[in-house]
Nanobody, 123 residues
């Protein structure tokens, strides 16, 4: 599975962005998908994850209520809708695919990674 994340950019605090992650290859619909981010000087952290069938989701406390993960298996795409953005959301955002039954927040359990897209939130 090859992943490509896009949709990042520069936005003012309080604004919104929608990230997309397009997958190529077969069996996208069998992978759980995660969104991670890494800010300068910080470790990569999980933002959220969605099960292969969309049946369950996970959000980090820092984004809960502001970010929404969704997926369209027919389009081989997973989305991250980000609302009420804050300067502390500034980071490179990565999508990743995990081959397992349940979603996971552990980055080392993800099998495939996209190249990342920069999100910058100005105050």
């Amino acid at each position: 599975v090859q992943l490509q994340a896009f949709g990042g950019g520069l936005v003012q605090a309080g604004g919104s962005l929608r990230l997309s992650c397009a997958a190529s290859g077969r069996a996208f619909g069998s992978y759980n998908m995660g969104w991670f981010r890494q800010a300068p000087g910080k470790e990569r952290e999980v933002v959220g994850a969605i099960r292969w069938n969309g049946g369950s989701t996970y959000y980090a406390d820092s984004v809960k209520g502001r970010f929404t993960i969704s997926r369209d298996n027919a389009k081989n795409t997973v989305y991250l809708q980000m609302n009420s953005l804050k300067p502390e959301d500034t980071a490179i955002y990565y999508c990743a695919a995990h081959n397992g039954m349940a979603i996971t927040t552990r980055s080392y359990e993800y099998n495939y990674w996209g190249q990342g897209t920069q999100v910058t939130v100005s105050s």
